[in-house]
């Protein structure tokens, strides 16, 4: 079984910046990919950023220039730093990770979410 455990979300004001936070735990062999997606009231689940297990990053036009995605792959965590945040951002805030398990298994997990509410 493995788990991705988010945390960091919260109220902002707008302009104002965040750290999310996803740690990994389980029955872990490897985990590529990693990432975060954000689904606001009424509209899809759409992408934030990514970044490989070797450090290669890719951010949505949305939020390139002004977030920071990194990873430490000691800890199996994953980090989203944003920054100018817009009231259009209000959204839960989902981890992702593509997960290579001890059974050489592959699996593309989801953590439960975290409410980022960015006030005007």
């Known amino acids: 079984q493995v788990q991705l455990v988010e945390s960091g979300g919260g109220l902002v004001q707008a302009g104002g910046s965040l750290r999310l936070s996803c740690a990994a735990s389980?029955?872990?062999?490897?985990?590529?990919?990693m990432g975060w997606y954000r689904q606001a009231p009424g509209k899809q689940r759409e992408l934030v950023a990514t970044?490989?297990?070797?450090?290669?990053?890719n951010y949505s036009d949305s939020v390139k220039g002004r977030s920071t995605i990194s990873r430490d792959n000691a800890k199996n965590t994953v980090y989203l730093h944003m920054n100018s945040l817009k009231p259009e951002e209000t959204a839960v805030y989902y981890c992702?990770?593509?997960?290579?398990?001890?059974?050489?298994?592959?699996?593309?997990?989801w953590g439960q979410g975290t409410q980022v509410t960015v006030s005007s």
């Open positions: 970044i490989t297990g070797g450090g290669d990053t």
């Open positions: 992702n990770a593509e997960v290579i398990h001890t059974t050489f298994r592959k699996y593309n997990w």
């Open positions: 389980g029955n872990i062999f490897r985990i590529n990919n």
